[in-house]
């Protein structure tokens, strides 16, 4: 069936939806998000913080012992897994914070105003962090850095160390960059007419957001967290794999409070204004 099908009243089609038509589906759901209740935001929003949680936990656990990959093929496959999170928040439904950047859409056409934007973004922030920082408080809980004779700590140390030390202006173009990608990913989720369209067209950008070293902020709010907690409080047979604590001096509370704060603000602007505003532009702005 061809894609003009799709102007036609009342077509059975099964083809992807038009740009046009995503730009107003995703303007509906701004519109939508923002009327929900408080607790019914924060509730997703916890949901959405676990299943990026997830995501990162099935990275981690991939990259573990991949160090004999070529460097390229192990961040794909890292990537690769890591959709799973973005996967469970579109398709099993959940609110995450760098995602909901398209809503301003919704706000740029009036169907929102700038104070509801504002809550729900705070909102579903406030759901993402517990959600995250809880999934790695129960993973560290579970003991999960033990496995593979605690290279999966050691992995997982290597990975908040690493983001705990960026630079701020190198940390803020990344998680930009990522939150273009992610919210790319969401906004093709709109034109899906089923869950295979929606995984499919998701999979691409968040594998190659994860395979460019991008920096997202909610995943951060598990990884960092989680990697602090096994320098803290991981048992002696840990350093035996992962050397010493005093090998992640990078790691500390100010580190991970640093790069949460720089990669939200980065990841808002990426997918705010470099998504979200250009669509509303080209597809929204004359229209009554």
Request: proline share 4%; glycine share 12%; with cysteine.
């Amino acid at each position: 069936m061809s894609r003009t099908s799709q102007n036609v009243p009342g077509a059975d089609t099964v083809d992807a939806m038009l740009p046009t038509d995503m730009a107003l589906a995703c303007e509906a759901a701004g519109a939508a998000k923002a009327g929900r209740d408080a607790l019914a935001l924060i509730v997703l929003g916890v949901l959405a913080g676990a299943f990026v949680a997830f995501g990162a936990i099935f990275m981690t656990i991939v990259l573990t012992g991949a160090e004999e990959l070529p460097w390229g093929v192990a961040r794909l496959l890292a990537g690769l897994v890591f959709s799973l999170g973005l996967i469970l928040v579109i398709v099993g439904g959940a609110e995450l914070f760098t995602g909901d950047s398209l809503m301003i859409v919704a706000c740029a056409s009036r169907r929102i105003t700038l104070p509801a934007l504002l809550r729900a973004w705070s909102l579903v922030y406030v759901g993402n962090i517990v959600g995250a920082v809880g999934t790695a408080a129960l993973v560290f809980l579970a003991g999960q850095h033990g496995l593979a004779g605690g290279a999966v700590g050691r992995t997982a140390l290597a990975i908040a160390s690493a983001k705990a030390g960026l630079p701020t202006v190198q940390l803020f173009f990344l998680a930009v960059l990522c939150n273009v990608l992610v919210c790319l990913a969401v906004w093709m989720s709109f034109g899906g007419r089923s869950a295979t369209d929606k995984v499919m067209v998701i999979i691409p950008p968040i594998a190659a957001f994860v395979a460019a070293g991008f920096e997202h902020s909610i995943a951060n709010l598990y990884l960092l967290p989680y990697g602090l907690a096994i320098k803290a409080w991981a048992g002696p047979e840990l350093w035996t794999v992962a050397g010493q604590a005093a090998s992640y001096p990078g790691l500390t509370v100010g580190g991970v409070l640093h790069n949460i704060v720089v990669a939200t603000i980065g990841n808002l602007v990426g997918g705010s204004l470099m998504v979200g505003a250009i669509y509303w532009f080209v597809y929204l702005r004359r229209r009554p």
